[in-house]
């Protein structure tokens, strides 16, 4: 089975600050990558997927890259409104495969 | 506007079970794939099962295959999670999700506390 696992687990941050967090799969996934954003109380929301296509609605601040095993998710000048939890997610249902990574905490420096 | 509507949480004894329900509205529910999520008290977020529109495929998480059985309902727009030989560690917010690019939409919850 393919595993993911997040870095860091906790990252401490300032508004403004561009912040950067690696997801990584035990196995090449090709761009088979979901990131969400998850805050208490509320309701997990989609940010990106394929890796690196913006959900829509989403703000233009957030983009992803990687493939293979190494994938990012960057938030370019973090907002308020961005402390939060965010999970990777190994994501396709044609070599079926939906493993969330144990997240990073976003939390104010 | 697409929306899932969890419901069936609630306390249960350990080894007992439950039926969970998910509502599906503002979509053609037949034509998308659904899927469970849950999350545990100060825990991550943990893919359950996932179940295509027509219901004839199904896909579970090794960790409770065996214990948990998920089917649809498209005539009624219903999901539906049925879980056995409850633990302890089952006890978790239960979430129902919808498949279009990846867990696209998620219905708010429904808890489940498994305690004696």
């Known amino acids: 089975d393919i595993q993911m696992t997040q870095s860091p687990s906790t990252l401490s941050a300032s508004v403004g600050d561009r912040v950067t967090i690696t997801c990584r799969a035990t196995q090449n996934i090709g761009g088979w990558l979901a990131w969400y954003q998850h805050k208490p109380g509320k309701v997990p929301k989609l940010l990106i997927y394929k890796a690196s296509i913006l959900q829509s609605g989403i703000p233009s601040r957030f983009s992803g890259s990687g493939s293979g095993t190494e994938f990012t998710l960057t938030i370019s000048s973090l907002q308020p409104d961005d402390f939060a939890s965010y999970y990777c997610q190994h994501f396709n249902t044609y070599s079926p495969g939906f493993t969330f990574g144990p997240g990073t905490k976003v939390v104010v420096k | 506007e697409e929306q899932l509507v969890e419901s069936g949480g609630g306390l249960v004894q350990p080894g007992g079970s439950l039926r969970l329900s998910c509502s599906g509205a503002?979509?053609?529910?037949?034509?998308?794939?659904l899927g469970w999520v849950r999350q545990a008290p100060g825990k991550g977020l943990e893919w359950l099962s996932y179940i295509n529109g027509g219901g004839d495929t199904v896909y579970y998480a090794d960790s409770l295959k065996g214990r948990i059985t998920v089917s649809r309902d498209n005539a009624n727009h219903a999901l539906f999670l049925q879980m056995n030989s409850l633990r302890d560690d089952d006890t978790a917010i239960y979430y129902c999700?919808?498949?279009?690019?990846?867990?696209?939409?998620w219905g708010r919850g429904t808890m489940v506390t498994v305690s004696s």
């Open positions: 999700v919808l498949v279009r690019h990846a867990f696209d939409i």
């Open positions: 503002g979509f053609i529910f037949r034509s998308y794939e």
